[in-house]
């Protein structure tokens, strides 16, 4: 086992998944039918939240979220460069503009300082990004974003299951957007989540992932349904299949279990990693309960022997696989020349950036493996 390569991620799937997706295959119904409008209860259920919106990724919730509260071209969206694509392509899916405000470089999140500077009289809405799974500080950016009047869409992709101040993710924002991603927390293979308490927001979601058709697509086929549909928008197809759906309620069952082992693995890192002056260990809050998605170890650069590329290359040859998150946004062709963006503009992101490496954490991980990975950073960083 010890001289095998460690995976930077490995979803955890088991017999409970399997016999759930044989059941739905031979039910003869693999669309969307009771086994996701069943997820969507448990998932909102578990958050707190009054509805849940199963879709086909959390890049379409986020679409759908901004389609719910009305952003049009001629809006700003406020949001972080640290983040994936997902969250800034979402905002130019409407012609809006993506507006960058820098982190606090203490916890990769959204400042909220940073995020009221960014204000002006276009800004419509802000997409706070709960980085690694550790919430953002959503009292501040909400009492910011109240006094402005502005919508909250969370990305809430690595932020489940978490809470900030006592309240789950899923239950803060105007709209929460989950991802089911291969690699997240956890996982339908692709698939997504809206949570919201508007009724509103939460008809409107629904009603655009399915073609704007004003009735679910399954119940037209059923007994209990007509023949009889309306289109009353031009909608989307982001609707999350019954197949899809059956692996994410036992994923959610599983979900607490998932989260205690990722935060065993999480203290033993943080135990061995203290002791070196090279290290800072992973970005964690007394008031969050952290999802622990990711761990996101960073380099003191000017302690270190080796720059973050020779680091991963030294983690590499010790057969780890390590992943960056992220390359900042505003560094990305498109945004940089769309924009005009240059580093120094959100200087912690980019700092930030340089100096990041995010290692295995899983709930598959064996002990043994986590104790390779510690063995393999701290030679390295020796
Ligand atoms: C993975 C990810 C997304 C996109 O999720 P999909 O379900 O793949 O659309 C959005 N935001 C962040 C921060 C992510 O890491």
Same mark, same amino acid.
């Given at each position: 086992?010890?001289?095998?390569?460690?995976?930077?991620? $490995?979803?955890?799937?088991?017999?409970?998944?399997?016999?759930?997706?044989?059941?739905? !295959? /031979?039910?003869?119904? !693999?669309?969307?039918?009771?086994? *996701?409008?069943?997820? /969507?209860?448990?998932? *909102?259920?578990?958050?707190?939240?009054?509805?849940?919106?199963?879709?086909?990724?959390?890049?379409?919730?986020?679409?759908?979220?901004?389609?719910?509260? %009305?952003?049009?071209?001629?809006?700003?969206?406020?949001?972080?460069?640290?983040? @994936?694509?997902?969250?800034?392509?979402?905002?130019?899916?409407?012609?809006?503009?993506?507006?960058?405000?820098?982190?606090?470089?203490?916890? #990769?999140?959204?400042?909220?300082?940073?995020?009221?500077?960014?204000? +002006?009289?276009?800004?419509?809405?802000?997409?706070?990004?709960? $980085?690694?799974?550790?919430?953002?500080?959503?009292?501040?950016?909400?009492?910011?974003?109240?006094?402005?009047?502005?919508?909250?869409?969370?990305?809430?992709?690595?932020? #489940?299951?978490?809470?900030?101040? &006592?309240?789950?993710?899923?239950?803060?924002?105007?709209?929460?957007?989950? +991802? @089911?991603?291969?690699?997240?927390?956890?996982?339908?293979? /692709?698939?997504?989540?809206?949570?919201?308490?508007?009724?509103?927001?939460?008809?409107?979601?629904?009603?655009?992932?399915?073609?704007?058709?004003?009735?679910?697509?399954?119940?037209?086929?059923?007994?209990? &349904?007509?023949?009889?549909?309306?289109?009353?928008?031009?909608?989307?197809?982001?609707?999350?299949?019954?197949?899809?759906?059956?692996? %994410?309620?036992?994923?959610?069952?599983? *979900?607490?279990?998932?989260?205690?082992?990722? !935060?065993?693995?999480?203290?033993?890192?943080?135990?061995?990693?203290?002791?070196?002056?090279?290290?800072?260990?992973?970005?964690?809050?007394?008031?969050?309960?952290?999802?622990?998605?990711?761990?996101?170890?960073?380099?003191?650069?000017?302690?270190?022997?080796?720059?973050?590329?020779? #680091?991963?290359?030294?983690?590499?040859?010790?057969?780890? %696989?390590?992943? $960056?998150?992220?390359?900042?946004?505003?560094?990305?062709?498109?945004?940089?020349?769309?924009?005009?963006?240059?580093?120094?503009? @959100?200087?912690?992101?980019?700092?930030?950036?340089?100096? /990041?490496?995010?290692?295995?954490?899983?709930?598959?991980? !064996?002990?043994?493996? $986590?104790?390779?990975?510690?063995?393999?950073?701290?030679?390295?960083?020796?």
């Amino acid at each position: 086992m010890s001289d095998h390569y460690i995976p930077f991620s $490995v979803p955890d799937l088991g017999p409970a998944e399997i016999d759930a997706v044989t059941r739905v !295959l /031979e039910s003869g119904w !693999l669309t969307s039918g009771q086994v *996701a409008a069943d997820f /969507e209860r448990e998932f *909102a259920a578990r958050v707190g939240a009054k509805h849940g919106v199963a879709v086909s990724s959390c890049t379409a919730a986020m679409h759908l979220a901004l389609e719910a509260i %009305g952003l049009t071209a001629q809006d700003e969206v406020i949001t972080s460069p640290y983040t @994936f694509a997902a969250t800034a392509e979402v905002i130019r899916y409407f012609g809006a503009r993506p507006v960058f405000a820098d982190i606090d470089p203490r916890t #990769f999140n959204l400042s909220a300082s940073a995020l009221e500077a960014a204000i +002006s009289p276009r800004t419509k809405a802000v997409i706070p990004v709960h $980085v690694g799974g550790l919430p953002a500080d959503m009292d501040a950016i909400s009492d910011v974003c109240m006094r402005h009047g502005l919508k909250i869409v969370e990305d809430a992709a690595h932020a #489940f299951p978490a809470s900030h101040a &006592g309240r789950m993710i899923g239950s803060i924002g105007d709209v929460t957007c989950f +991802s @089911f991603y291969a690699t997240k927390t956890i996982t339908t293979g /692709e698939g997504g989540m809206i949570t919201t308490d508007d009724d509103a927001y939460a008809e409107r979601c629904r009603l655009m992932a399915l073609h704007g058709i004003s009735k679910d697509a399954w119940k037209r086929y059923t007994s209990e &349904g007509s023949w009889y549909y309306e289109i009353v928008a031009p909608g989307y197809k982001y609707n999350l299949s019954d197949i899809a759906a059956a692996i %994410g309620r036992v994923q959610l069952a599983r *979900a607490t279990a998932m989260r205690e082992r990722r !935060l065993e693995i999480k203290e033993r890192y943080d135990e061995a990693f203290l002791a070196s002056d090279v290290l800072d260990t992973a970005p964690d809050d007394s008031r969050c309960m952290h999802s622990w998605h990711l761990y996101m170890l960073r380099l003191n650069l000017d302690r270190s022997r080796l720059d973050r590329g020779a #680091f991963i290359e030294g983690l590499k040859a010790k057969g780890i %696989g390590t992943s $960056v998150h992220f390359i900042p946004l505003h560094l990305h062709p498109y945004y940089r020349d769309t924009y005009g963006l240059r580093a120094a503009d @959100f200087p912690s992101a980019s700092a930030e950036y340089m100096r /990041e490496i995010s290692i295995p954490i899983y709930s598959r991980m !064996l002990d043994e493996q $986590v104790d390779r990975v510690i063995d393999a950073v701290m030679d390295l960083a020796g």
